[in-house]
Each structure stands twice: as structure tokens, then as C-alpha cells.
């Protein structure tokens, strides 16, 4: 085959999404099935140590000190029926991070896994609101029938009254946890029926009955469950919005699928569907204008940079998405930013459960190269021959703030180079209050846990002790308008200050002062996200 012809079935056949889930509603488990299904493993329950995933606070250090920088937190690769699936972890208990948003960043559609005994939680909420900023698609998979579960209208309305986003039922549930008789399928108007012995392996042949086979029906379902099955379809059907596959491809409306990860049901017909609907990897935009996926020219932009907590080992991984053509081990490349030509060095790629050096990788897939220092999140490198830049990553709102200085006044210098250096990588964002310097400074961030990330690594690696005060803000807003931000009014208990670019911003402690701040302040404008 023609080497253009190659490039493009590779690429036509990648499919890169985030599996966004609040903790505990199922994520794991669900990967795992996805990928027993791609035959990458065996069992399903390897994907990760539950040791490791439920880590508390204080063993963290010392597990990130042993397993040194980890592919395999970052992105799983399998094969599935002729596609090539690029599966993005977003942490979510004591690692969610700033990173988790920016992980987002690289993906060209999203997998919601719901809870359907709890609806919508708040890390879906704050992870759903940079799907929808990027206007990806969003597939919803409703956990947990297997459990008592909430009315399957009232879910669907969470969504659309929590979230903004219509949805689609493609399947429907038939009762909840003791009571779960299986799902409807409307597309193919068919019964599916639950059989729980599936547990662990691949999905057997499911039973499924017409829905115009009314007498096996009644013997599967029984006659209560039967009718408020037909009451529910005549209600379903009544509501109108239905498929719309520009809706969905657009972010506006999410496809919906019930179902239980653990007992392994209804997840394959959910995985064939999503691979169906979802985008190939998407265009994305450039200082030139749009860049096709299909151009034969390799380009890629860093979204995440992982520092090593190993002293011994104090290396960075850059980890790239791949916008445009093919990456070749070994090729030369031109890091934009730094407009220097170079190799990228050790490229490794996560296959199934192994991590392993690449030798050719594709438009939709990512990899993560050795940093010594050079890359910045946002950087675009690209084939010599091609020269542009891509739209940088937007800096999230942190939630978390601290007022930070160094215990040993002699220090302030490597405690100013440190605090900069570490929040250049985006492991933390610093502030400093208005007319003031660095000698002290406000950090925001995303997940708590970055601040003993912080302190240990100002220890550790700069030989500075710093004392910390935690400050009650809770939201931070970028001014977006052309407001003189010394001499706006807001509420008392607001503070003013500057970024590390020397952008005006505003914290509160809560939502009542923004609006207040708001009202006070004609033509103000307040952003969540920082376009970079
Ligand atoms: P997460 O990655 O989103 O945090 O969730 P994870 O898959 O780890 O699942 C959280 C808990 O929910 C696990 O139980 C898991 O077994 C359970 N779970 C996931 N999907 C389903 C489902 O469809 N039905 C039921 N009934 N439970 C489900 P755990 O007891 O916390 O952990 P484990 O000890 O069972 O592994």
C-alpha cells in the first residue's frame, strides 16, 4: 500500500477519548472490561493495584519515590475490532490535579461514567465543564444497575438541569438492583436480559428477546415489570429529541447507555456503539489555521509534563498527543518554541499493561518523551519542513490556595527559583498580591495534594523549608475586560492579585462575591479558564 494510503487507515482507525467519572462510580472497573475485551488482558482487575489507586495522602511519596515517572497512569492503547483505542486516565481521589484538566486536552471524545444510585457528582461536573469548553463529544454510561439505582427519568434530567446537556437514552433499564431484568434496546426495539454469571470474563451471548415477542417477554420480565417497560417506551418515544449524530459530534447532546460495569453487562454493546459514534482524531488549531490529522507532516503538542520524585532519577517526561501524520522513532523535529531541530529521546507508549519503546506512532495516539528540561506544557514540536504553532493549553481555575513562604529568609533566592520552576512545569500556580514581590506568595491549586508535592519537592530538590497557611478562597477569576483591577470595587472579603505573566486576577470565598463583584463593576468580565 502506498505510504499516504497507510497513513491514512492508521489514523482513520485511532479513537482517543477520557473516561470521566467522579471516584468509586466505576471508571476502573470499566477500562478493565474495555480491555478485556481488546484481549489485553486476560482477567479483568489488573489495570491497576487497588493498593495503588486508593492510596492514602501520606503513602504517596514514597509510592510515586518507587515507581518513578509512570507511563501507565497516563494512557492504556488497545486493539478493538479494527480500531486503535487510545484510553486517557483522568486521576480522580488524591491525584486530581490540574494535570487531570489538561489530560483532557488531548482527547477527541469523552466516556461519563455515572453512579446511577447518585446522579451527577461534583468532579463530573468540574471535568464535564472542559469537555463542554472544548465541545467534544460526551458519552454517558450509567453504572451500577446491578445496585438499587434512581428513576432512569430523574438521572436524565440531573444530567440535563446539573450538566446543560441534553441527552439520548440508547438503551433503557428494566428495573434496578435485586428487581434488574435487563435493558431495552431501542434501536434494535429488542430486550437484552440480565444474567449476572458473567462476572469477570467476556460477555456472553445475551438474550434478547423482541419487543413484539410478548409472551417470552411476559415469562423474562413478569407482568409488572413488563408493563411499566411499555409505559416507559411510550413516554420515551413521546419525548421527542432523538438521535441526532451532528448533536452529538457537536458536545449538544450526550448518547446515554445503562448498564453495570462489574457484572459486565451491557458493556460491550456500549463500547461497539461509542467506537461507532465517536470522532477520528479531531483537527486542531494552529497559528496557520487548522491542522489536518491526514497531512503527512508529524506534529504534537505537550499537554502534561511529569516530574520524578525520585531523587536519583530527577528527569521529566513530556507527554505529546499526536495531531498531524506519523512519528518515527529517530526522526528529527523541530520544537517550536525553542526553534531548535532535535530527537526525541526514549519515546515510550503504554501497549496494554507494557510500557515500551515506540516505533511508529500515529495522528490520535500519544507519546511521552524524555524532557531534560526544555519543554513547556503547550509546546508544539513538528516535522522541520512544517513551521507553526498550535493554541496553547488554557490555565485552570485552582480551587485550593495557600499563602507560602520560606522559613529561612537567606533562602528567598532558591526559594523564588524553585516556586517559579515548579509552577513553569504546572504543577502549581503562584500569585503574588498586588505592589508586592515573590518573597511571598499565594499558590493555587487544583488538588490538594499539590501542596505536598510542593513541599516535599522545595525540600528536596531546592533545600528550602517553607511554612504554609491554607486561606479560605475557593474561586479564582481571570479579568477578562479591560478593567483597571486596582481601582475596581468588590466585596471585602475579596483579594487582588497578579499571575506569574502578570495577569490581573481576582479571589473569593464564594460564589455571592463574584456576582457581587459583578453588579458593582459595569463591563467587568470574569473568566474560569486562562486562554495562554
Ligand atoms: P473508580 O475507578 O471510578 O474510582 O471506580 P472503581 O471502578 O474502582 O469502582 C468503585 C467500586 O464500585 C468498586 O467496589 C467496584 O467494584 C464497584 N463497581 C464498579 N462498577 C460496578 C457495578 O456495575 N456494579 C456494582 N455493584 N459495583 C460496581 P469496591 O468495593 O470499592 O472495590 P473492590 O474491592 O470491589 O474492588
Not at 461534583?122 to 434512581?150: E, G, H, S, W, Y
Not at 507560602?404 to 533566592?413: F, P
Amino acid at each position: 500500500m502506498a505510504e499516504t494510503a497507510v497513513l491514512k487507515k492508521e489514523i482513520e482507525r485511532r479513537r482517543t477519548f477520557a473516561i470521566i467519572s467522579h471516584p468509586d462510580a466505576g471508571k476502573t472497573t470499566l477500562t478493565e472490561k474495555f480491555l478485556l475485551y481488546g484481549g489485553a488482558i486476560n482477567l479483568a482487575g489488573s489495570v491497576k493495584g487497588k493498593a495503588t489507586a486508593r492510596h492514602a495522602v501520606s503513602d504517596w511519596m514514597e509510592i510515586e519515590k518507587e515507581r518513578g515517572i509512570s507511563v501507565t497512569s497516563s494512557v492504556l492503547q488497545f486493539n478493538y475490532g479494527g480500531f486503535c483505542i487510545n484510553i486517557l486516565d483522568t486521576p480522580g481521589h488524591q491525584d486530581f490535579s490540574e494535570d487531570t484538566y489538561r489530560t483532557l486536552m488531548a482527547a477527541d471524545s469523552a466516556v461519563m461514567v455515572i453512579d446511577a444510585a447518585k446522579g451527577v457528582e461534583p468532579q463530573t461536573r468540574k471535568l464535564f465543564k472542559v469537555c463542554a469548553m472544548r465541545k467534544i463529544p460526551i458519552f454517558t454510561f450509567m453504572n451500577k444497575l446491578d445496585r438499587d439505582a434512581r428513576d432512569p427519568f430523574e438521572l436524565l434530567d440531573d444530567i440535563e438541569n446539573e450538566l446543560g446537556i441534553p441527552t439520548c437514552p440508547m438503551n433503557w433499564p428494566i428495573g434496578s438492583g435485586k428487581e434488574f431484568k435487563g435493558v431495552y434496546d431501542r434501536e434494535n426495539r429488542e430486550v437484552v436480559i440480565y444474567s449476572d454469571t458473567q462476572k469477570g470474563t467476556k460477555e456472553g451471548v445475551a438474550t434478547s428477546i423482541s419487543l413484539d415477542d410478548t409472551d417470552a417477554l411476559l415469562s423474562a420480565l413478569g407482568q409488572g415489570a413488563y408493563d411499566k417497560l411499555m409505559e416507559d417506551i411510550e413516554l420515551l418515544d413521546g419525548a421527542g429529541s432523538g438521535f441526532d449524530r451532528d448533536e452529538v459530534d457537536a458536545g449538544m447532546l450526550s448518547p446515554v447507555f445503562f448498564g453495570s460495569a462489574l457484572t459486565n453487562f451491557g458493556v460491550e454493546i456500549f463500547l461497539k456503539n461509542f467506537l461507532k459514534m465517536t470522532t477520528t482524531p479531531l483537527p486542531r488549531v494552529s497559528d496557520k489555521g487548522e491542522v489536518d490529522p491526514m497531512s503527512p507532516e508529524f506534529s504534537a503538542f505537550v499537554f502534561k509534563i511529569q516530574a520524578n520524585m525520585n531523587k536519583a532519577h530527577r528527569d521529566r517526561i513530556a507527554f505529546m498527543r499526536i495531531c498531524s501524520g506519523k512519528f518515527s522513532a529517530g526522526m528529527e523535529v523541530l520544537h517550536v518554541q525553542g526553534d531548535k531541530v532535535m530527537r526525541l529521546s526514549q519515546p515510550q507508549q503504554m501497549m496494554a499493561s507494557e510500557r515500551h519503546i515506540v516505533d511508529e506512532a500515529y495522528a490520535g495516539d500519544i507519546i511521552g518523551v524524555f524532557d531534560p528540561g526544555i519543554f513547556s506544557i503547550g509546546d508544539t514540536v513538528c516535522s522541520p519542513d512544517v513551521k507553526f504553532e498550535y493554541e496553547g493549553i488554557p490555565t485552570f481555575a485552582p480551587e485550593h490556595f495557600a499563602r507560602v513562604r520560606q522559613i529561612d529568609t537567606m533562602k528567598r533566592k532558591q526559594f523564588v527559583k524553585g516556586v517559579t520552576q515548579i509552577a513553569q512545569e504546572g504543577a502549581i500556580q503562584i500569585f503574588r498580591e498586588l505592589n508586592s514581590g515573590l518573597e511571598e506568595i499565594i499558590v493555587g491549586v487544583v488538588g490538594v495534594l499539590q501542596f505536598e508535592v510542593l513541599k516535599y519537592r522545595l525540600e528536596n530538590e531546592y533545600n528550602v523549608e517553607i511554612k504554609m497557611d491554607t486561606l479560605p478562597y475557593e474561586h479564582i477569576r481571570w479579568i477578562a475586560s479591560d478593567t483597571d483591577i486596582s481601582t475596581l470595587t468588590g466585596t471585602s472579603d475579596m483579594k487582588k492579585v497578579m499571575d506569574l505573566k502578570d495577569r490581573p486576577l481576582l479571589l473569593f470565598i464564594n460564589s455571592w462575591s463574584i456576582g457581587m463583584t459583578l453588579e458593582r463593576n459595569e463591563g467587568l468580565v470574569l473568566e474560569e479558564f486562562s486562554k495562554n
